[in-house]
T-cell receptor
Framework: GAVVSQHPSRVICKSGTSVKIECRSL??????MFWYRQFPKQSLMLMAT?????????EQGVEKDKFLINHASLTLSTLTVTSAHPEDSSFYIC?????????????FGSGTQLSVL | AQTVTQSQPEMSVQEAETVTLSCTYD???????LFWYKQPPSRQMILVIR??????QNATENRFSVNFQKAAKSFSLKISDSQLGDAAMYFC????????????FGAGTRLTVKP
């Protein structure tokens, strides 16, 4: 099946620094990618929808200047957590839709555990 | 807004037995997709099974099957012959056919499989 690679899997950073998370579709083109946040023992919450070649669409309550999303190619979307603070510590997951397999299939990355000290 | 409810935070099943996880959803749409995802300790989200709302036949994937009751807006997952590797968080999800970006997840059910 389609593979989505997410990197890094774990990152620890100091408060005030920025962290970039990459999400790559390895064997398919993804015009749309999604970024989720998951707190411990909770469900996935959609943060934003990343569209190739255009601005991302953010969910209500998600600060677009805080969580910068870039989707510059059909296989790569990045999420940058700017000026990270301890409350940004969370598990971040990306997913991508394979155009070739119909719109209903999403493939997920393996997630990134962000810890802000 | 569409909501997905999983009323069982935790479930337990004996190895080789059958367990059913519940999911209900709320929508005013007639066309949509429903999914069950598995999230093992690795936290990788894995698609278990999906159902198109326009199909009356319940989806099955090997030991996994669903009981889709459209009128009742219910979408339960049955795991037969449970295996130790089935232990995970299970998330029910809904997606509108017309708004491909609007996928909603339930709160999840943690399944424990006892040897």
């Amino acid at each position: 099946g389609a593979v989505v690679s997410q990197h890094p899997s774990r990152v620890i950073c100091k408060s005030g620094t920025s962290v970039k998370i990459e999400c790559r579709s390895l064997d398919f083109q993804a015009t749309t990618m999604f970024w989720y946040r998951q707190f411990p023992k909770q469900s996935l919450m959609l943060m934003a929808t990343s569209n190739e070649g255009s601005k991302a669409t953010y969910e209500q309550g998600v600060e677009k200047d805080k969580f910068l999303i870039n989707h510059a190619s059909l296989t790569l979307s990045t999420l940058t957590v700017t000026s990270a603070h301890p409350e940004d510590s969370s598990f971040y997951i990306c997913s991508a839709r394979d155009r070739g397999q119909g719109n209903e299939k999403l493939f997920f990355g393996s997630g990134t555990q962000l810890s802000v000290l | 807004a569409q909501t997905v409810t999983q009323s069982q935070p935790e479930m337990s099943v004996q190895e080789a037995e059958t367990v059913t996880l519940s999911c209900t959803y709320d929508t005013s749409e007639s066309d949509y997709y429903l999914f069950w995802y598995k999230q093992p300790p690795s936290r990788q989200m894995i698609l278990v099974i999906r159902q198109e709302a326009y199909k009356q036949q319940n989806a099955t994937e090997n030991r996994f099957s669903v009981n889709f009751q459209k009128a009742a807006k219910s979408f339960s997952l049955k795991i037969s012959d449970s295996q130790l590797g089935d232990a995970a968080m299970y998330f029910c999800a809904y997606r509108n056919t017309y708004n491909n970006n609007d996928m909603r997840f339930g709160a999840g059910t943690r399944l424990t499989v006892k040897p």
